[in-house]
C-alpha cells in the first residue's frame, strides 16, 4: 500500500525531483524499554512531500551507543527492503536513497559519526547527520511518545 501511495504521488508530478530519504528516532522508557519512530520520507524537492512512519519497541537498550546503532540499523534494514521492491525501482531511479542518522557534532553523538556514517556507506546508502538529517531529528521524532511501562 505505501508502495502504491508513493508511485501515485510521484506520478502526479513525473517531471520533478525527488528524494527518498529514510530515518529513526528513539526515546528510552522506564526499564530500558525503547520505542523506535522509522520514517520514510518522499521529498518533491522545492515542493514538499510526503512520509510514513513505523514504530517499535525493543527492549532491552541500555546506552546511547546501542540505541544509535539500533536506529541505524532499522533505517539500514527499511532501505535495504525499499531497494528490493520491484514496484519501486523508477522511484529511485529519480534520485539517490539517503538515510538520515540522529547524530551530530554536538552532544555525545560526536563521538559516533564515524563508525554510524561508516556502517551506512558501507551498505551502500547515502548518508546524512545533524543538522541535515531532518528525516530523523524532526520527522521522525515529531512521533516518539514517553512510554508507559
Known amino acids: 500500500m505505501v508502495v502504491q501511495q508513493l508511485q501515485d504521488y510521484v506520478m502526479t508530478a513525473p517531471d520533478r525531483s525527488y528524494r527518498l530519504i529514510i530515518g529513526t528516532d ?3 522508557g522506564r526499564k530500558q524499554r525503547v ?52 514496484t519501486l525501482q ?16 554536538q552532544g555525545p553523538t560526536r563521538e559516533m559519526i564515524q563508525e554510524i556514517v561508516g556502517m551506512v ?13 531532518f528525516a530523523a531529528s524532526k520527522v521522525a521524532d515529531r512521533h516518539t511518545v514517553a512510554l508507559v511501562d
Not at 91 to 97: A, I
Not at 121 to 133: E, L, W
Request: net charge neutral; aromatic share 8%.
Open 35 to 86: 520505542e523506535f519512530i522509522t520514517a520514510l520520507v518522499i521529498h518533491r524537492v522545492g515542493a514538499g512531500g510526503r512520509y510514513f512512519w513505523q514504530s517499535a519497541i525493543h527492549s532491552p537498550i541500555v546506552t546511547l551507543r546501542e540505541r544509535m546503532y539500533q536506529e541505524a540499523l532499522l533505517s539500514i534494514h527499511l532501505a535495504q527492503q525499499v531497494v528490493g521492491e520491484k
Open 26 to 28: 528513539s526515546l528510552a
Open 121 to 133: 556507506t558501507a551498505h551502500g546508502f547515502a548518508v546524512r547527520i545533524k543538522p541535515d538529517a
Open 90 to 105: 523508477t522511484l529511485l531511479s529519480l534520485g539517490e536513497l539517503e538515510i538520515h542518522v540522529d547524530i551530530g557534532r
